[in-house]
């Protein structure tokens, strides 16, 4: 697992113990509670759930706040799992 993995996976951990950003989260991706785990091994969807965090400043800096994460840190995997075009695949 890359470090940018690891971020993508904490802010999806994050999100799943908030109940109000997981349900607007599964509304915006359409994402089903029971395929988040096996979704979680798709660089797209990880990308996908930077994007979710990145695209509402007060959400990613809460995540940052809780985790003692730097926002760049954020920015960084996201453009690592996005690829070279930004591509986030299927979300």
């Known amino acids: 697992m ?7 996976i904490a ?6 113990n908030e109940p109000d950003l997981l349900g ?3 509304a915006l991706t359409g994402t089903d509670p029971s395929t988040l785990r ?6 797209g969807f990880l990308a996908g759930v930077l994007d979710f965090v990145m695209d509402h ?3 990613l800096m809460a995540f940052c ?3 003692d994460t730097k926002p760049e ?7 690592v799992l996005a690829g ?5 695949g299927s979300i």
């Open 2 to 8: 890359t470090p940018a993995d690891e971020t993508a």
């Open 11 to 16: 802010v999806l951990a994050w999100i799943a």
């Open 24 to 26: 607007r989260f599964l």
């Open 38 to 43: 096996s979704s979680a091994a798709d660089p």
């Open 57 to 59: 400043e007060p959400t």
């Open 65 to 67: 706040a809780a985790t």
């Open 73 to 79: 840190t954020v920015v960084r995997a996201h453009a």
């Open 84 to 88: 070279p075009r930004g591509d986030t």
